[in-house]
């Protein structure tokens, strides 16, 4: 019975850690120039570098110009602190693959914890 007990508690501990090191998505927001995309997030932390990253959460729908879904993905590096960070976070079109015709004025939807989202929309290029 008591292993049962530790391991409850192991795994109630690892969903409060996971929990604590979701990032918040406040903005975003695009500059066509640089083709970056910038976003605001938050999260707890302090202690270590939390890397962002950000992925296609299933295909886009079709329309035009097309819709998309991110989602942003945070590694805290085992990061247990529980201060509370705000941080501008960007990505570029090329290392989102979004350079491509395809994405021509597309609307990106990017989702970050507690329902957290913002929507950009991607320059029309000729």
Not at 11 to 38: C, G, N, R
Not at 61 to 89: F, T, W
């Amino acid at each position: 019975m008591s292993s049962l007990k530790n391991l409850a508690t192991a795994l109630i501990l690892t969903l409060a850690a996971d929990a604590a090191q979701s990032a918040t998505v406040h903005s975003a927001s695009v500059d066509p120039v640089k083709q970056v995309i910038t976003v605001d997030v938050s999260y707890g932390g302090g202690c270590k570098e939390h890397d962002f990253k950000l992925k296609f959460k299933g295909g886009c729908m079709e329309s035009y110009p097309v819709q998309c879904h991110l989602v942003l993905e945070e590694n805290s590096h085992g990061d247990m602190c529980e201060a509370m960070i705000g941080k501008r976070v960007q990505f570029t079109f090329a290392e989102l693959g979004l350079n491509d015709g395809y994405f021509n004025g597309a609307y990106l939807t990017i989702f970050g914890d507690n329902q957290s989202r913002a929507t950009v929309s991607l320059p029309f290029r000729r």
